[in-house]
């Protein structure tokens, strides 16, 4: 079993800062890569920032570029989201998702955790 845990989310200003993290925890044999997606009401669940496991590449969408930094902790399996600068548009449930192999055996499967509120007021 595989459990992600998200925390960090809540209500924020425009031009301030929220910092999201998620921590991996269970059959966590491997990571290949973490990251962050959001859903707004009404909306389809929309990417936002991956971070490689190994390399440590980052790929985010244009929509969030030079404002959010992802980020990882190997040793926790844990990542993270620094929101800077929101803004209201950047309302929604935020949900990290892992790729990664329970055992050495194990193909790599996509995990989702429950998803936490970001709120950003104007």
């Known amino acids: 079993q595989v459990q992600l845990v998200e925390s960090g989310g809540g209500l924020v200003q425009a031009g301030g800062s929220l910092r999201l993290s998620c921590a991996a925890s269970?059959?966590?044999?491997?990571?290949?890569?973490m990251g962050w997606f959001r859903q707004a009401p009404g909306k389809a669940r929309e990417f936002v920032a991956i971070?490689?496991?190994?390399?440590?590449?980052?790929y985010y969408a244009d929509s969030v570029k030079g404002r959010f930094t992802i980020s990882r902790d190997n040793a926790k399996n844990a990542v993270f989201l620094q929101m800077s600068s929101p803004k209201p548009e950047d309302t929604a449930a935020y949900y990290c998702?892992?790729?990664?192999?329970?055992?050495?055996?194990?193909?790599?499967?996509?995990?989702w955790g429950q998803g936490t509120q970001v709120t950003v007021s104007s």
């Open positions: 269970g059959r966590t044999f491997s990571t290949n890569v």
């Open positions: 998702k892992a790729t990664l192999k329970e055992t050495a055996v194990s193909g790599p499967r996509d995990y």
């Open positions: 971070i490689d496991w190994s390399a440590g590449s980052t």
